[in-house]
């Protein structure tokens, strides 16, 4: 089993910038690739930033994060990380941060992440 905590979310006008973190624990070798999600009220949850964990890695941006949103990995520290930067109302949502070991996925499916944490709400204001 893999347990996740999400933290860093909070209150922000819209240009600014939060930092989201990914804390990993338990079986965490299982892991092959973590990812970032979110879901606003009322929409569907729709995937942001991830990456490949092992072997050659490899990065993944929702078209409407690329260039304001950075992921990194934290190896030592079994961490995922998410810089947000130049953030807009609409970035506002609930962030999860999820895992998966399947070796053959897609970033944007939901249901190829086996665990999830509870989330880290991000509120962006005009």
């Known amino acids: 089993q893999v347990r996740l905590v999400e933290s860093g979310g909070g209150s922000v006008q819209a240009g600014g910038s939060l930092r989201l973190s990914c804390a990993a624990s338990g079986s965490t070798y299982s892991m092959f690739s973590m990812n970032w999600f979110r879901q606003a009220p009322g929409k569907e949850r729709e995937a942001v930033a991830g990456?490949?964990?092992?072997?050659?890695?490899?990065?993944y941006y929702a078209d409407s994060v690329k260039g304001r949103f950075i992921v990194s990995q934290d190896k030592a520290k079994n961490t995922l990380n998410l810089q947000m930067n130049s953030l807009k109302p609409g970035d506002t949502a609930m962030y999860y941060c999820?895992?998966?070991?399947?070796?053959?996925?897609?970033?944007?499916?939901?249901?190829?992440?086996?665990?999830w944490g509870r989330g880290t709400q991000v509120t962006v204001s005009s």
């Open positions: 990456m490949i964990i092992r072997g050659v890695g490899g990065t």
């Open positions: 999820a895992a998966s070991t399947r070796t053959a996925f897609t970033f944007a499916d939901p249901r190829h992440f086996s665990y």
